[in-house]
């Protein structure tokens, strides 16, 4: 008679698995790696491939940029402003007058935008990074000027506008507030800014197209403190206006003038 248990178990024992330690008593278990380690180390190569990629695309244009910087910074100071895409703005102090740069990083060219000997102050770069408007004050001159990039710089605001729009507005020896800056609408259309006067201060409106500057009479107010604006449209902005103790937060539409208090008791 066959014994069957006798099978079962021959069969058993040789369908299981046969391990190293089995074939070697000295030799380790082998270790298996997770799944998760090896996508995590394909992730981390693919990444550095790219900034390796990245580096050698751009490698010449980057070794330029980084030798024209390093001649300018040993000779004036240089301050960064802002950047859009590919193109930086900087300003750069030669003795006692400030001058107004555009570094493309693609190309590494740099361009003299301000042209000139004169003091540039609160430079700001359109959203779409095609227009820079900045602040001239020079020899008591005040003047609002808008470059496009690569193109001509025109002048949008001169100094005898200012005295003119000082006249309308009682304001004697209207100019731009020291402590302005200029903000671009967000279809880069209008400009706006600080004009200031003794104690007195408003919001000019600008377009970016040419013409007259617009001076915004509801938002003037005795005081020459330093507030800020956010446009919130084209032609809708918010600004702080301080009124006694108390600043509040006003919305105005520059095509209606009408008002609307956000914030404050």
């Known amino acids: 008679m066959v014994d069957k248990s006798s099978d ?21 278990p082998t270790r298996r790696v997770p799944v998760w380690t090896v996508i995590v180390l394909l992730l ?30 040993s000779r004036d100071s240089v301050v960064l402003v802002e950047s859009q895409g590919d193109i930086i703005i900087m300003t750069v102090e030669r003795g006692q007058y400030r001058e ?23 430079p700001a770069l359109s959203h779409y990074g095609k227009l ?19 193109g001509n710089a025109d002048t949008l605001v001169s ?16 100019h731009i507030c020291e402590w302005s800056e200029t ?3 967000e279809g880069d259309g209008h400009l706006a800014f600080f004009g200031c006067s003794d104690k007195n201060s408003l919001i000019i409106v600008q ?11 509801a938002t003037k107010v005795e005081s020459d403190s330093p507030r800020t604006l956010v446009w919130l449209s084209d032609t809708i902005l918010a600004y702080v206006q301080p009124e006694k103790d108390i ?15 956000i914030f404050g008791p």
């Open 132 to 150: 820079i408007a900045y602040f001239i004050l020079d020899n008591q001159m005040t003047e609002l000027v808008i470059a496009q990039i690569g």
């Open 44 to 73: 981390v190569l693919g990444v550095i491939s790219s900034i390796g990629l990245g580096i050698l695309r751009h490698g010449g244009s980057l070794n330029q940029l980084g030798q024209t910087l390093k001649v300018i910074n």
């Open 8 to 28: 079962t178990r021959t069969q058993n024992k040789s369908s299981a698995p046969i391990l190293d330690s089995q074939l070697d008593p000295n030799r380790q």
């Open 183 to 185: 903000w671009w609408s």
């Open 247 to 261: 600043d509040k937060v006003w919305t105005i539409d520059i095509s209606t003038s009408q008002k609307q208090q």
């Open 100 to 122: 107004l740069r555009v570094v493309n990083t693609t190309s590494g060219t740099i361009e003299d935008v301000s042209r000139g000997t004169r003091s540039i102050k609160s």
């Open 207 to 217: 377009s970016s197209s040419g013409g007259d500057p617009l001076p915004l009479s």
């Open 159 to 174: 100094n005898d506008q200012f005295s003119e729009l000082g006249k309308q507005q009682s304001m004697e020896d209207l």
